[in-house]
């Protein structure tokens, strides 16, 4: 079993930066992608980013690309996620999940493995 916990989250104003990071621990799999969902109230599950196991490349939604940046630690078992320049519209909770297969998906259908969430809420 692998347990992903979030933390980082908080009340920022719009233009401030966040630093959310994910810690699995359990049977981890260094090889294997990490991702950041987000969810908004009352919206789907959308995909942020996402980062391979092996190789080191990362994945963006169009809405975070060049303001999001995701890296994972050495040891493959956290993932980080550096939020810069965030909007009101970034306002959700952000979730770390992990997928069983080598391949980067964007769907969160596709992950095996969820955190319980961390809040992101940025003021206007």
């Known amino acids: 079993q692998v347990q992903l916990v979030e933390s980082g989250g908080g009340l920022v104003q719009a233009g401030g930066s966040l630093r959310l990071s994910c810690t699995a621990s359990?049977?981890?799999?260094?090889?294997?992608?990490m991702a950041w969902f987000r969810q908004a109230p009352g919206k789907e599950r959308e995909f942020v980013t996402a980062?391979?196991?092996?190789?080191?490349?990362?994945y963006y939604a169009d809405s975070v690309k060049g303001r999001f940046t995701m890296s994972r630690g050495n040891a493959k078992n956290t993932a980080h996620l550096q939020m810069n320049s965030l909007k009101p519209e970034d306002t959700a909770i952000y979730y770390c999940?992990?997928?069983?297969?080598?391949?980067?998906?964007?769907?969160?259908?596709?992950?095996?493995?969820w955190g319980q969430g961390t809040q992101v809420t940025v003021s206007s």
């Open positions: 999940a992990l997928r069983l297969y080598y391949s980067v998906g964007r769907r969160p259908e596709e992950y095996n493995y």
């Open positions: 980062f391979t196991g092996s190789g080191g490349t990362a």
């Open positions: 359990g049977r981890t799999y260094p090889s294997y992608p």
